[in-house]
């Protein structure tokens, strides 16, 4: 075989090998190189592009009704949630606001999905891991939301349900009860969540004290979302730059202060909880009214420039549009959070096991599509 | 009168016919030996492939019921055929050979898995008096041979020209080298007891109780250690660092294909089917029936059910308590895998064998 010397062994004896792009636990397309010595990674280098298909670039060439459904395939555990925040950056741009109706179904269908790609996480940490049971319970409770998604949007996973000014349709009549009824699952699951793997003794060992990052380390690499509120780092755009009537809701934004992987799955259970809370408060009593402003069918922004972050599943997500008056953007650019967060994992994982590198990718969420856009 | 034919016919009694027909026919008792080497060849064979099909069966059908699903049930009646399919499948497909792996030891690596595996069946008590080879070191027999199943791991690791399958044979070497000790000293506390090495023997001595009850709590110890332990000798979940999904892919595994990758997993159902019986033998008793003390109909009818279903009753019991580890328990990181056997395992196994051996000289056990 003709491998390079440089890829295998490294001159003073570091082992190097290549985690992904085929890796059961890179979740995706990640392509980590990593130096090690013995099973003490040394050095590690995050290499990206394998899913890049310049999102950015094409949304240049849509509508501002169209380009908002790109971003789907961005973060798609998310994918509410990016819509949300192009509509949102064209309703800026617009200078129109979604009515009390349709801020209450997006903010619904946005924890919903939360709670959902929370649940998706969940599995996957037991599973990289290696607990296989806990991936089953967690989609118990994640199929029954997604069931609810089909019913409303039409779609289980890219709901594509936002438009610049409100949502697309009203709510399916089932949408309340089914709703009511999930929460009321989730709530009993818990517990259940909790025992298969919190509590174990072999999680604990493997998350406490591992891939620890400090709140400084954290600001300066730019990681929010619960990767960042695992450090303390007080960071949710929900309470910091409220959006879509956030502002009237009654959560708590999760703050732990251990900076390990414990912390950040900690972070994650109880927002769950958070989540929960917030639906249970919006489904009582939903506001009536349109679901969507009257807007132009053909809509153009006016020249200058238009920033709206939103709290996704994985921290802040940014929309950045620049118009020249046109009917498409001129520029668009995505703040993605797990392009930071991924930045920071260098700095969690150097004198880890090759067994930590996992638990500090699963605490970290990172759904690979979102990084190269 | 029925019901005593029914007794009289057993496993040891259709041995014994057959190497009395076998003897009255030929003469030689080299001729002999070597018939009944082959007969033991084949029928060890022919029970150890449905006993691995049942198997994984079984694991698939336990992690479905654990995970709230149905598992196979497609192929024959409640998907009984599933695994057979599966061989099928294997067997039809490519034996890949990396062009840069050593290829003698990379084919070689599973046959001595296998053939390690295997080679522990033979002290194994199946039935009253149906054993392939009563050798008097039994238990030494056992801990050295299935030792020898690490010397596959590392070559197949070493051989396959992979990174992860290095880094898998390396882990497992690891492994299997320390939890070794616990294994041989739980082992050890019941040879104490029982004061022999031969599996007969310690089937015997447990006739008025099995070890588990008699041997107090330090028995119960070094069976909860044997368990852990041996789970680990096996490469089973929790312990399964070397072939471990999420980090190796598949550790040593990783570029074996078609049958030889079904070599490896029946010798992983060989060893859990080994692992188990000789827990079953050494703490659980073997083939001897449940008795307790004084009750003379209570143990006549325990009698009545025949010693094979006893055995492979216990040994299933154990499969199954191993499976829902797997099932149940995220993995150990390998430097926390050491610390647990080196840090509490050995010493406890230590202080208990201590203690036993008190036991045995002052007779306190019943």
């Given amino acids: 075989m003709n491998l390079l010397e440089e890829n295998t062994v490294t001159e003073d004896g570091q082992f190097v090998i290549n985690i992904g792009p085929q890796h059961p636990s890179t979740h995706g397309v990640l392509h980590l190189k990593a130096w090690l010595d013995g099973e003490t990674i040394q050095k590690l280098q995050p290499h990206l592009g394998y899913i890049h298909r310049s999102i950015e670039k094409m949304s240049e060439r849509l509508s501002y009704r169209n380009f908002i459904y790109a971003t789907s395939r961005m973060d798609y555990l998310s994918a509410h949630i990016n819509n949300q925040a192009c509509a949102l950056a064209v309703e800026k741009g617009l200078q129109i ?24 996480w969940w599995g996957c940490t037991g599973l990289d891991l290696g607990a296989v049971t806990p991936f089953f319970y967690a989609f118990r409770e994640r199929e029954a939301i997604m069931d609810i998604m089909e019913e409303t949007c039409g779609a289980r996973l890219t709901q594509n349900f936002c438009v610049p000014g409100g949502v697309m349709y009203d709510v399916h ?35 406490k004290g ?33 959006y879509d009537g956030y502002e009237q809701l009654d959560f708590n934004e999760i703050l732990a202060d251990g900076g390990d992987c414990y912390a950040r799955y900690m972070v994650r259970m109880e927002e769950m909880k958070q989540s929960a809370n917030i639906i249970e408060q919006l489904i009582d009593n939903l506001p009536e009214g349109d679901f969507q402003a009257k807007s132009k069918t053909l809509l153009k922004l006016p020249k200058g420039e238009f920033y709206q972050r939103v709290e996704t599943a994985r921290g802040e997500l940014g929309v950045y549009i620049v118009s020249e008056g046109g009917a498409t953007p001129y520029r668009i650019k995505y703040r993605s959070p797990n392009f930071s967060n991924l930045s920071a994992l260098e700095e969690m994982t150097i004198g880890s096991k090759i067994g930590d590198l996992m638990a500090i990718m699963s605490t970290l969420d990172l759904v690979i599509p979102d990084i190269d856009r | 009168m029925e019901r005593t034919i029914f007794l009289t016919i057993s496993f040891s009694s259709i041995a014994a016919s057959v190497h009395q027909w076998l003897s009255n026919a030929i003469h030689a008792d080299i001729g002999v030996k070597v018939i009944e080497l082959v007969i033991v060849g084949v029928c060890l064979l022919l029970f150890l492939v449905p006993l691995c099909f049942f198997l994984g069966y079984m694991e698939r059908k336990v992690a479905a019921f654990m995970q709230m699903r149905l598992g196979p049930n497609r192929v024959g009646p409640k998907g009984s055929l599933q695994i057979v399919a599966d061989t099928v499948k294997l067997l039809m497909k490519e034996g890949l050979t990396p062009a840069a792996s050593d290829r003698f030891l990379f084919n070689m690596a599973p046959m001595i898995v296998v053939v390690a595996s295997m080679l522990v069946m033979a002290p194994i008590a199946f039935a009253k008096d149906f054993q392939i080879w009563d050798i008097s070191i039994g238990v030494l027999y056992v801990s050295s041979i299935s030792s020898l199943a690490v010397i596959g791991i590392l070559m197949a690791g070493w051989s396959s020209y992979n990174k992860y399958s290095l880094l898998g044979a390396m882990r497992s070497g690891a492994q299997i080298v320390s939890y070794e000790l616990s294994v041989g000293l739980s082992l050890i ?59 190796l892919t598949a550790g040593f595994h990783t570029e074996y294909s078609g049958m030889k990758f079904a070599m490896f997993l029946l010798a992983e159902y060989i060893n859990l089917f080994v692992v188990s019986a000789i827990a079953a033998t050494l703490f659980l008793g073997g083939w001897m029936p449940f008795h307790i003390g004084h009750w003379q109909t209570f143990n006549q009818v325990m009698d009545l059910i025949p010693s094979s279903i006893w055995f492979m009753g216990k040994t299933f019991f154990i499969i199954f308590i191993i499976m829902q580890f797997r099932w149940t328990f995220p993995r150990l990181r390998i430097d926390q895998l050491l610390t ?27």
């Fill in chain 1, 97 to 120: 606001q979604a009515p009390p109706r349709a801020q209450a179904i997006r903010v619904l269908l946005a924890e919903l999905t939360r709670l959902s790609s929370h649940q998706l």
């Fill in chain 1, 173 to 207: 009549p089932n949408f309340v009860s089914r709703v009511r009824d999930i929460i009321k699952q989730v709530r009993e699951k818990f517990k259940e969540y909790d025992e298969i793997l919190t509590g174990n003794v072999i999680f604990e060992n493997r998350t």
């Fill in chain 1, 210 to 242: 591992v891939g620890y990052i400090s709140a400084e380390d954290v600001i300066s690499y730019g990681v929010t979302g619960p990767a960042a509120r695992g450090s303390g780092v007080s960071c949710d755009v929900r309470k910091w730059f409220p």
């Fill in chain 2, 189 to 247: 506390s019941i040879v104490i007891l029982a004061g022999s090495l031969r599996m007969s023997d310690i089937v015997m001595s447990q006739q008025d109780g099995w070890w588990i009850f008699k041997g107090h709590i330090p028995a119960i110890i070094s069976f909860v250690i044997f368990l852990i332990a041996s789970t680990a000798e096996i490469n089973r979940a929790p312990f399964d660092l070397a072939e471990a999904e999420q980090e």
């Fill in chain 2, 340 to 366: 647990l056997e080196w840090k509490y395992l050995l010493p406890i196994s230590m202080l208990n064998t201590l203690l036993v051996t008190c036991m045995a000289i002052f007779g306190w056990h019943f």
